[in-house]
């Protein structure tokens, strides 16, 4: 049982465009999400989140939108860089649970 | 960067043979994980720590168990290890100052697997 999905394994987008990475969730008691990005033989790192009392949070380049009535939020990377190469992973929790549960990831594969 | 290191960071064993991983922080943490990463399955959660001694079940749990003696240190034990444990094994903390602040999570660099 799959709670939180990442539909696309890999994206690949150009040099100074913007990349758009969506996950989606089935667990109606998650009220927190997370984003984080991983690079090759290194852990994830954290990078954004946001709270179910929000739509929406911004933290330079990285925005993420949390669409609750559909159960969807998405990272927007603007613009996107080579170093923005790598796999990213969303997670959730909900309330009390002490623990996170992630999605499959997504590797972003930025183009020059 | 939070004070978390793994060890081994690579290990070939045979399958049924025992073999226990560390992690050990600097940050006095609370709360600290176990996760296994698989192509296509993402990070999966193995157990997990609330405090010292106090320890619960993650979605992939069976065939490991843990302990946590002291604040700093959190050890995976494989009982008796089969090929399908082979896989990336990564430690993370949170909690800092040992609060009950437990989203954002600091990852340590990852322990790699081979069952032969």
């Known amino acids: 049982d799959q709670q939180v999905k990442q539909n696309s394994p890999s994206l690949s987008v150009q040099e100074g465009r913007i990349s758009i990475l969506n996950c989606d969730y089935t667990?109606?008691?998650?009220?927190?999400f997370l984003w984080y990005k991983k690079y090759p033989a290194e852990g994830p790192t954290f990078l954004i989140s946001i709270s179910s009392i929000k739509d929406k949070n911004e933290d330079g380049r990285f925005t993420v939108f949390l669409n609750k009535s559909a159960k969807h939020l998405s990272l927007h990377i603007v613009p996107s860089q080579p170093g923005d190469s790598a796999v990213y992973f969303c997670a959730a929790s909900a309330l009390g649970a002490q623990k996170l549960v992630f999605g499959q990831g997504t590797r972003l594969t930025i183009n020059p | 960067d939070a004070g978390i290191t793994q060890s081994p960071r690579h290990k070939v064993t045979e399958t049924g043979t025992p073999v226990t991983l560390r992690c050990h922080q600097t940050e006095n943490h609370r709360y600290m994980y176990w996760y296994r990463q698989d192509p296509g399955h993402g990070l999966r959660l193995i157990h997990y720590?609330?405090?010292?001694?106090?320890?619960d079940k993650g979605e992939v749990s069976d065939g490991y168990s843990v302990s946590r003696s002291k604040t700093e240190d959190f050890l995976l034990t494989l009982e008796s290890a089969t090929s399908s444990q082979t896989s990336v094994y990564f430690c993370a903390i949170s909690g800092a100052g040992g609060t009950n602040s437990y989203n954002e999570q600091f990852f340590g660099p990852g322990t790699r697997l081979t069952v032969l």
């Open positions: 667990n109606s008691m998650f009220d927190y």
């Open positions: 720590s609330y405090g010292v001694k106090d320890t």
